[in-house]
């Protein structure tokens, strides 16, 4: 069974930056199209960018765009989430995911969670002065 484990948490000054990892066991990564997502205490799971296998074409929610950057090498079979200028409303835990059937859909339409079957533990992000 594959296998994703996400890297890089911590806690961030607001105006910071954070590069989240993916790092895939178990399958080989570059043929899949990989999710980032983010839960807040109390609020519901929210997609926050994703990225295609073949061409890494990308696409970001609303809240993040023009401030997270969602990158693949997949000579080493990872994801990354580049975060800059977070702001307190940032602070999740976030997680990475996958499926053998996703489709990490055009922009400008949003990032579902349909037919994601592997999960990462996640990793928290706190931003706080």
């Known amino acids: 069974q594959g296998k994703l484990v996400e890297s890089g948490g911590g806690l961030v000054h607001p105006g910071g930056s954070l590069r989240l990892s993916c790092a895939a066991s178990g399958f080989t990564s570059d043929y899949y199209n990989i999710a980032w997502f983010r839960q807040a205490p109390g609020q519901e799971r929210e997609g926050v960018a994703c990225?295609?296998?073949?061409?890494?074409?990308?696409n970001y929610a609303d809240s993040v765009n023009g401030r997270f950057s969602i990158s693949r090498d997949n000579a080493l079979n990872t994801v990354y989430l580049q975060m800059n200028t977070l702001k307190p409303e940032d602070t999740a835990v976030y997680y990475c995911?996958?499926?053998?059937?996703?489709?990490?859909?055009?922009?400008?339409?949003?990032?579902?969670?349909?037919?994601?079957?592997?999960w990462g533990q996640g990793t928290l992000i706190i931003v706080s002065a």
């Open positions: 995911a996958t499926g053998t059937v996703y489709y990490c859909p055009d922009e400008p339409q949003p990032i579902g969670d349909n037919h994601l079957e592997v």
């Open positions: 990225i295609s296998a073949l061409d890494k074409r990308t």
